[in-house]
């Protein structure tokens, strides 16, 4: 049930919808915004991390001597320092594994050591004096190697989880799992076609502009303070102080602004190597990531191979949908498989689907979450094969689409069936979009397709203090990564009645709100919004109280519209109403400060799906792609600031076309990175790209009080298949790995006219 | 009783069903019961999942009640970026 | 090491500050002088985050040492606006959501106002060019190059 079980609101909003600066704009556009590195401390240390050169290998030694006898040098941390407090809870030691090597360096640039000197210079010079006595391993990045039965072995612990007989022999799979109804097998032996094909993505990076950072400050009284750019700060103190055995509540954390996350800072890296550094040295420390160090050393998204296999009848309806994912998420058990697989077919409306998907593990950075993680590489497999299926049956890729989707009432490929939900409406919208009418020029390709997206909720707390000048003072406890102050502040002026510059917001630290899940799965105006919704709901109730107070009447005969205290019918008295800033200047006298609270665990949040178009043109010549037309229809709910829902499509959108044609990570046979830097592993840039078109659906989420859906993640899931899409119809060939690099395409061109040739 | 279906490769934990049933009013008590009645399931329940009732997937909720003719999906607990 | 004495005017005013032969001019802003509105991303001049003006001139001041400022008269996003009133640029891109995170947007507005003063009437090829040095990573900059194009328009009615 939704939390808000009253019906949808139909009331036209007042603020909500509107479009105002957002509250923390003026900070941001004359630099005065405090980001993670802008912080300093009296007698700031200068932290410095050493990282494994090697892809695997065994820590025979660490000798810190000489480094601790360089002058200047003030702490010197190991694996030694990092005792393990995890009690057996393997995720939790996975991290206290991965922010600290143990045994092994598992990934080239596992953090071995680190230093806190007196300047940056100093701790350099110590990375240089410790000395690491390394057993060079084996090592293996590609996850089919990885999969292979003669594989080197990362962890002798893993033994495949869900196959059957349990295996007895350590591998690097760690689990396999499988989603799906019907017979598939029934499904394709009805089938009229059957496409199948396999596909390889690489992995990407968040590409956050804004290294990790913090400042941690601790004292011999185990009190601490930490100052730290993340999606979740109530996350990284819980995290932190379990990892180094601190009380919870002797470890306050401030989320600074943060300068993009995408999922890249929804865990730990550099954040317990601070506090321990700041510990021994009894100094306030600062740890900021270099550009090479977060492209090595924080969690890039995992990279994949994936087979599909879809069969249609004559008339275009699919009998059966069968995939195989692949997933290698770096060096530790997680990789974001199950949700490959999970949202792989969810966009279908199918009788017989099945999905089976394998947890690897490989040399490479632990993976951290990247914006529906595991959902664009599954989507870019299937859609792929959709759109060679609607060629094949002869149907345009929307017609085939439209006749397939999933819609209320279908059984989702993850199982449970769906309520309302805005697939079929973007698919309509798409078709009549002027985009679909344009034409086309030389070397240019039309490509769709279609992504979903499951959004959660999560714990969450927030607190509303009401001025005595009938102001307002919102306290929420997620990280504004794009500007959700604005929501909350629209949010809170929507249901108080007062104009949204009344209400001014603030991401509090964790010793000022109870805990708060981290800013993650497109859930902050969903549920920090709503429950925004319900503190302003609890503030009315007691103003209203206190009117009847002042007006001498009960309670229950008072009732708060249009931002004002009103008697509740005729019968109540005939009272002039009294504004919010009426009453509240006279709380004191009335029973002290006015505040709404509200803590809840957020449900509801509401699948959300998107179609996307795109127009690519492809050189012939030099096999490089430009994106010339691009355009995203996706179903918010409820936009609460529409700019900023034009925002996350446009970002989302861009972020795909950077993984579908530039973004990989690239390794040696010697298992290192070989482009750990922006000159080499390309973001897209103003000048490669066009305008990004959105269109903004509002078909309202029953879960939420004003029918918000989350919409930060869904962008991110159709780009790569529907520039996949468009570059193959460009190329007149079909592209099934990526990025698609010009080496690529020119290779896929040249393989195909040495096909033609040899035909001919 | 609730019919709850778990993915497939949980099967191997539940004598190879994927649909079972369950004694449960509430989230709560179907997730105990399950770990009771299948303790293969318990690493599985430890590391964490989501319930889909009715098509609104739950990622937290122990009092979340359910019906008889509840539609009761366990899955993997949701993550985002 | 030594420190080196050095005599520069930023945002108008004249600064004295002693640095490392060493240190990037953005280390002195930064971490000397306390102007962190620019910010390190990379400090390989890929990003431009650290966009600043050295005698009018564009430059990633993670690319330039300290003590080569020498004489120079550099510019940063602190000395953008004038007092109160906000410069055309940073008005447009609060009214055009031209900012998600805002880690870029110091060096992109001090990009592109290098781009204004000498091309008033940018077309939209010539805006996503002039931004190119500069990466976004949330907008897509569709907004960006719109609040751009918007402020030449309104700098150019003044």
């Known amino acids: 049930m939704p939390l808000d079980s009253t ?54 030694k660490i000798d810190t001597a000489k480094a601790e006898r360089l002058p200047g040098v003030k702490a010197i941390v190991t694996r030694a320092d990092f005792p393990d407090h995890t009690n057996g809870d393997a995720a939790l030691f996975d991290i206290l594994y991965n922010i600290m090597a143990r045994e092994k360096a598992l990934y080239e640039g596992h953090a071995v050591a ?30 089919d190697e990885a999969m292979k039965p003669n594989a080197p072995v990362l962890h002798n612990t893993i033994l495949t989880d869900g196959v059957e007989p349990k295996p007895r022999k350590p591998s690097n799979i760690v689990r396999r ?4 109804h019907g017979d598939v097998e029934a499904g394709f032996r009805r089938a009229d076609i059957v496409v199948e094909r396999t596909f390889k993505t690489e992995a990407t990076h968040q590409g956050y502009i804004e290294p990790h950072a913090c400042l941690a400050n601790v004292g011999p009284d185990g009190q601490g303070e930490l100052w730290v750019c993340t999606q979740g700060h109530f996350m990284v103190r819980d995290t932190c102080a379990r990892l180094l055995g601190m009380d919870i509540s002797k470890l306050r954390v401030t989320a600074s602004e943060i300068g993009g996350g995408f999922g890249g800072k929804t865990t730990v890296f550099i954040e317990p190597v601070a506090l321990a550094l700041s510990r021994k040295a009894n100094r306030p420390v600062k740890v900021v990531m270099s550009r090479d160090e977060v492209f090595k050393a924080s969690g890039p998204t995992a990279s994949t191979s994936i087979d ?6 004559k008339d275009g309806r699919i009998t059966a949908a069968d995939a195989t994912l692949r997933y290698q998420g770096g060096a530790f058990a997680g990789s974001p498989v199950e949700f490959g697989a999970m949202s792989a077919f969810a966009c279908y409306d199918l009788e017989n689907v099945r999905a089976i998907g394998y947890d690897v593990v490989t040399n490479r950075p632990k993976q951290a979450a990247y914006r529906a993680p595991g959902a664009p590489m599954a989507a870019f497999a299937v859609e792929s094969v959709i759109e060679e299926l609607a060629h094949k049956v002869g149907m345009a890729g929307i017609d085939f689409r439209i006749k397939n989707a999933a819609h209320e009432g279908t059984k989702s490929s993850y199982g449970p069936t769906y309520g309302p939900i805005g697939l079929l409406p973007t698919l309509e919208r798409a078709k009549q979009h002027p985009h679909f009418k344009a034409p086309l ?20 707390c927030v607190s509303l203090n009401v001025n005595s000048d009938g102001t307002v003072a919102l306290s929420v406890g997620t990280p504004d990564i794009g500007g959700s102050r604005a929501s909350m502040c629209l949010m809170a002026a929507e249901e108080l009645g007062i104009p949204y510059d009344k209400v001014r917001a603030i991401v509090a630290d964790t010793s000022s709100l109870g805990y708060n899940d981290v800013t993650d799965g497109s859930r902050v105006t969903f549920a920090t919004g709503m429950a925004t919704i319900h503190a302003a709901r ?171 859906r989350g919409v930060g993640e869904t962008s991110i899931v159709p780009p790569l298949a529907a520039i996949a899409n468009a570059v193959s119809a460009a190329a007149g060939v079909r592209l099934t790995s990526l990025p698609m690099s010009p080496p690529r395409i020119l290779a896929a061109l040249e393989q195909q006219n040495a096909k033609r040739i040899a035909a001919e | 009783m609730v ?42 329940l430890a590391r964490g999942v989501s319930v889909a009732i009715d098509g609104v997937i739950f990622r937290d909720g122990w009092h979340e009640p359910l019906r008889k003719e509840s539609e009761v999906f366990l899955l993997p607990r949701m993550v985002g970026g | 090491m030594s420190a080196i004495h050095v005599t520069t005017k930023i945002n108008g005013d004249v600064v004295d500050y002693v640095c490392e032969a060493d240190e990037t001019l953005l280390d002195v802003l930064r971490n000397r002088l306390g102007l962190t509105g620019a910010k390190e991303g990379c400090s390989t001049g890929d990003c431009g985050a650290c966009s600043v003006t050295i ?3 564009l430059t990633c001041s993670c690319l330039v040492l300290g003590v080569e400022a020498e004489g120079c008269e550099i510019d940063t996003i602190e000395g953008m606006a004038d007092g109160e009133a906000l410069h055309p640029l940073q008005r447009k891109f609060l009214e055009h959501a031209a900012l998600q995170c805002g880690i870029c947007t110091p060096g992109i507005l001090v990009a592109a106002k290098a781009l204004l003063d000498t091309n008033p009437e940018p077309t939209e090829t010539e805006v996503r060019f002039g931004l190119a040095g500069n990466l976004c990573r949330c907008t897509g900059y569709d907004k960006i190059v719109r609040a751009v194009m918007d402020a030449a328009q309104e700098m150019r009615r003044a």
């Open chain 1, 7 to 60: 019906p949808q609101d139909k009331r036209a909003f007042k603020v909500v919808g509107t479009r105002p600066l957002r509250p923390d704009g003026i900070d941001k556009v004359t630099g005065r915004a405090k980001f993670g590195a802008d912080a300093t401390a009296p007698g700031m240390l200068v932290g410095r991390i050493l990282r494994s050169p090697h892809a695997h290998a065994r820590i025979k």
């Open chain 1, 114 to 143: 680190a230093v806190a000197a007196v300047d940056a210079h100093t701790a350099r010079e110590a990375l240089k004096l410790i000395k690491v006595d390394y057993e060079v391993l084996p090592h293996v990045t590609d996850v």
């Open chain 1, 177 to 180: 799992y499988e989603f799906g």
């Open chain 1, 308 to 313: 599909v296999k879809i069969g249609v009848t």
């Open chain 1, 441 to 460: 020029g030389p070397n240019q390709g039309r490509g769709m397709a279609c992504g979903f997206w499951f959004n959660f909720g999560g714990q969450t």
């Open chain 1, 538 to 708: 609890d503030a009315t109730r007691k103003l209203c109280a206190r009117a009847a107070q002042i007006w001498g009447i009960p309670e229950e005969a008072v009732t708060w519209e249009k931002g004002h205290a009103r008697p509740a019918g005729p019968n109540a008295g005939n009272f002039p109403p009294m504004s919010l800033a009426e009453v509240a200047a006279q709380a004191g006298a009335t029973g002290g400060p006015i505040a709404g609270h509200y803590e809840y665990s957020a449900d509801g949040a509401g699948v959300s799906f998107a179609t996307h178009i795109c127009d690519a043109e492809v050189d012939p010549e030099t096999g490089a792609t430009r994106i010339v037309r691009y355009t995203v229809l996706q179903d918010a709910g409820k936009a609460v600031h529409p700019s900023y829902v034009e925002g996350q499509f446009q970002g989302g959108a861009v972020q795909g076309i950077g993984w579908a044609l530039n973004e990989e990570y690239i390794y040696g046979k010697d298992g290192r990175l070989q482009n750990a830097g922006f000159l080499d592993y390309r973001i897209p840039v103003c000048s490669d790209l066009p305008m990004i078109d959105t269109v903004i659906l509002e078909i309202p989420n029953p879960g939420h009080p004003y029918g918000v």
């Open chain 2, 3 to 44: 019919k709850v279906v778990v993915w497939g490769s949980l099967k191997p934990h539940t004598g190879g069903k994927a649909e079972l049933e369950i004694e449960a009013t509430n989230v709560r008590e179907l997730l105990n019961r399950l770990g009771d009645a299948y303790p293969g399931l318990k690493p599985q």
């Open chain 3, 55 to 57: 005698d009018g001139r």
